[in-house]
């Protein structure tokens, strides 16, 4: 199989994409999109690959270009033909897999779009602050929910997921793992479990050095 490309960033959501494509030992290279942030130039440079100029965009041995991981992650599964990652369409877990994946995409993770940086939406002198505080305030409401419906050891209970990849990441941003220890323990135990793996494991060492599972 010819190689995949994954443009993104360490410690950003690229890491999600990164860790199933090293889950699946599917052949990839990585291209340092920088900070998207700070970097103007970066932006222009991405908008190439993605309009949006966002990570992770990942561009298919033909040539294709995708982004949106929750896409990416239902795509990889049907080309690799295996079920390990996202359940089969029999599954008795598919229905809560599929819902929460999109919960995540649709609900949580524009938190970090609006919260990371705030002047790109609020205008208004000095509301910046505020506004971050009233969206990481919802974020924590949201995990709260996602971890009223975690199982134990996985989140899907006995069943080890993609949600797990993305837990094991997204825990490592706002509200941080003491939050998550304190208020949503499965999702950690979960996000833990996954970061063990040896699989996983120089994945999350890459992206996050200094976070190591309990």
């Known amino acids: 199989m ?12 690229s890491a999600i994409v990164e860790a199933q494509l ?12 920088g900070d998207l942030f700070a970097s103007a130039e970066a932006r ?31 795509h990889l599964a049907d080309l690799t033909g295996r079920d390990d990652l996202v359940p089969g369409p029999q599954a008795k877990e ?14 949580v993770y524009p938190t970090f779009s609006y919260a990371d940086d705030p002047a790109r939406f609020v205008k208004v002198e000095g ?14 409401r949201l995990w709260t929910a996602v971890g009223a419906a975690a199982g134990t050891p996985h989140f899907l209970g006995a069943r080890f997921s993609a949600l797990d990849i993305y837990l094991m990441v997204m825990t ?19 996000a833990d ?22």
């Not at 490592?172 to 979960?190: K, S, T």
């Open 2 to 13: 010819s190689r995949f490309v994954l443009h993104g960033h360490a410690g950003w959501g």
């Open 22 to 33: 090293a889950w699946y030992g599917l052949p990839f290279d990585f291209v340092d999109a």
């Open 44 to 74: 222009e440079r991405l908008r190439a690959i993605n309009p949006i100029a966002q990570v992770p965009a990942l561009v298919l041995p033909d040539g294709q270009v995708m982004t949106e991981s929750a896409a990416i992650t239902l």
């Open 94 to 107: 598919r229905a809560a897999f599929l819902r929460w994946l999109v919960f995540l995409v649709a609900n």
């Open 127 to 140: 509301a910046a602050a505020g506004f971050r505080q009233e969206v990481d305030a919802h974020a924590r």
């Open 172 to 190: 490592c941003w706002r509200p941080r793992r003491a939050w998550f220890a304190e208020h949503a323990p499965r999702l950690l135990a979960a």
């Open 193 to 214: 479990d996954a970061a063990a793996r040896p699989l996983l494991a120089p994945v999350l060492e890459r992206n996050f050095p200094k976070t190591k599972p309990a």
